[in-house]
């Protein structure tokens, strides 16, 4: 018998209805013969009750106890997704981070990190036959203080929890049926993708793609573990996330990918000797201001400059941090400009393909499209556009790299 | 640094108002330079809509994940305490049963009885100065399975609690500020007891006093753990139950209590020979009837009666068990009479002072009611009375035995 895991999306388990909904769906899996893990997310049942209880008592509540209060949340999902399957005359059982013994870090940045976790407790329960239900996203540190995973904690808990049984695959319930060579929705002749590796799909999580989270596909990639993504409501055939991809012959670029609200900054310094990266970006990071992009430009040789780009939530910090820090950080002027996007090229056969950034910029270049940084890793292309121009250049950079045929 | 249990009453936490108040309250104690556990009831808050969307996925969830839900309710009331009283500048921290290390027994009767608990979690965080949170009622069994301790499970998580850390009392947070020597509801001449020993309490308990949950006070009687009975809301003197009173020299009653709606069946047998009264209690024991008093009256040499009482609750069942089980009880007839109630006194006085029971049964002769059925111990006499008589038998007894004096 073999065992998989299952990621269930929050909107799935929204109501009654669509809770019974999900049940009757890992029943099948059950009938097909496997033991099923379901990890189950955050959802929004009560949520927003406990959170105006919580703040009409402060404004300013624990972080320890705000842990606490939104553990529940996923352990409540979890516990009435196991009442819907035995109502359908099977077994299930709910288990909240503590009782599946995920040990974890403190936070770190915000996130508690898993450092051990133990699959007996699942296993003994599907030798009774059980449906295992987990609330996703938590753990307990060493003094059993409850602690959340943060950012991509469920899609983790899913992939750590399948290494710990020897699942043989992690399935990612989403309201996309797959993963797809660009965003449907901004390039008309997307295409979804049957298979793509770690790397690619590391390279588009962080570039935007919502899908599945950076964290939980690196930790995949760790363990080798396979990754299928696939429709939450529909049983079609999803994306399988995997070591490596056969048949690539061919395959350059294997996804387009998009990120809007970017801003850009910009730091002019009198001389070179005043200018310090390090400086600059420890400072930022130190008042946790997020940068992405970073160029060093040396316009000539006494008066340099530094851009770099951030996130729209971040820009009132990072004004703010520059400008407290102006005299230590010892530049002569700062600005920034807003309504600009990225957009991506992703393809781990870039690696052994020399001129794929140089056909981009080509491409942009023939539709009149400023390309205002750049940045490149082994299997990515990046570039910062306006980001009017920002579907344009999805479009064409999905036409340029043939992203619509079926060999891809 | 001394330490003290509060048990706090499910009633003071049903708004953030009221919580806000009880956060203020358990600061005070601080502020005395105590060290504070305050254990949690389930209280009102997001009960009914669990309970709503359990419902409606199931009318018949399991145990195992009705426990899972019924003990986040606890859990979310500490959780909002801590906040509160944190806002107020106060360090404090929530723990649930498994954070405290509280393992139980599986179910007995419905209800996990605690087997162990760990006060050096409790003791960690005094050093902090926290005031602990605890969510009572609750615990794991030896699979990591939440448990509920059921009836009386809150009152017994705080004396268990006090027991482990060695607290100098526990305090039980109640809307009646103390034991009384009778229901002011209903005898007008009722009053404050100072102080009562276990057995008192516990027979006052077993009678249907609701302020203790005896479970809580055979265990406080165990451990030899004072239990301070006060007002939730007023800063008043309430009732010490302790191992032994002082000055009770002339105390031969110390309370009378009520309990209405008893039920009495009578079961006539054709000969002695018939009649058995293990076979007749352990068929309704298995069926789960509880039965209080047990008559066995020999009205003439052939024609054998028991009679039995039972609380409103158990009627439709125990006529069940009997109609079923008529013909290998063996008895000829069986009815049941209604309208009746249970009016006991209770005193540990009464071991060296025999003549109680007579002069309860004179005095209540005297008033014209009518006794339908007796049972005593060693320090609680119980009739069973008309439940019009009951209001004035109690009165009547309390005038009996100068209840309302000072003294007492």
Redo the contacts between chains.
């Keep these: 018998m073999i065992n998989i895991v299952v990621k269930l999306d929050a909107e799935n388990l929204s109501t ?1 209805e669509k ?2 909904e999900m049940a009757k769906r890992l029943i099948e899996e059950k009938k097909f013969g496997r033991n099923v893990v379901a990890v189950v997310p955050t959802t929004d ?2 949520n927003g ?2 959170q105006q ?2 703040y ?3 404004d ?3 972080e ?2 705000l842990d ?2 939104n553990s ?1 949340n996923a ?2 999902a979890s ?2 997704l ?3 399957i ?2 359908r005359g099977f077994r299930a ?2 288990l909240a981070g ?2 599946l013994g995920i040990q974890t870090t403190g936070k770190v940045n915000g996130n508690a990190r898993i450092e051990e976790i133990n699959g007996d ?1 699942i296993i ?1 329960h599907f030798k009774k036959g059980a449906i295992v239900v987990v609330a996703g996203g938590q753990g307990v540190d060493e ?4 602690t959340l995973l943060g950012n991509g904690g469920v899609d983790t808990t899913a992939v750590a929890i399948a290494a710990s049984i020897n699942a043989s695959r992690v399935e990612i319930y989403t309201d996309r049926d797959g993963v797809y060579t660009a965003d449907p929705e901004i390039v008309t002749k997307a295409r979804k993708l049957k298979d793509i590796t770690y790397d690619e799909m590391l390279e588009l999580a962080y570039l935007g793609s919502k899908i599945v989270h950076p964290r939980a596909v690196e930790l995949a990639k760790k363990f080798e573990m396979p990754i299928v993504v696939r429709s939450s409501t529909e049983n079609v055939r999803g994306t399988l996330i995997k070591g490596e991809i056969e048949m690539e012959k061919n395959l350059i670029v294997r996804g387009v990918a998009y990120e809007t609200d970017i801003i850009r900054f910009t730091v002019g310094y009198e001389s070179f000797e005043n200018s310090s990266l390090s400086n600059l970006f420890n400072t930022l990071a130190m008042h946790n201001v997020n940068v992405d992009i970073i160029v060093q430009a040396v316009i000539d040789e006494v008066k340099p400059t530094i851009s770099f780009s951030i996130e729209k939530e971040g820009l009132a910090k990072a004004v703010k941090v520059l400008e407290d820090n102006k005299e230590s950080l010892g530049f002569s002027f700062a600005n920034f400009e807003v309504g600009l996007a990225k957009v991506s090229i992703v393809g781990s056969g870039m690696v052994s393909n020399p001129g794929v950034a140089a056909r981009m910029f080509d491409r942009l270049r023939k539709e009149n499209i400023l390309v205002k940084m750049v940045s490149t890793s082994e299997i990515k292309v990046s570039v910062v556009v306006p980001q009017d121009d920002m579907v344009r250049a999805a479009n064409a950079l999905h036409d340029e790299f043939n992203l619509a045929d079926e060999l891809v």
Tied chains: 1, 2.
């Design positions: 009654p809770i019974g049942l009560l009750n406990v209880l919580t009409s008592l402060s300013t509540p624990s320890r106890e606490v209060l529940m352990h409540l516990s009435l196991s009442i819907a035995q109502k059982v709910s503590w009782q407790v003994e003094n059993n203080n409850i």
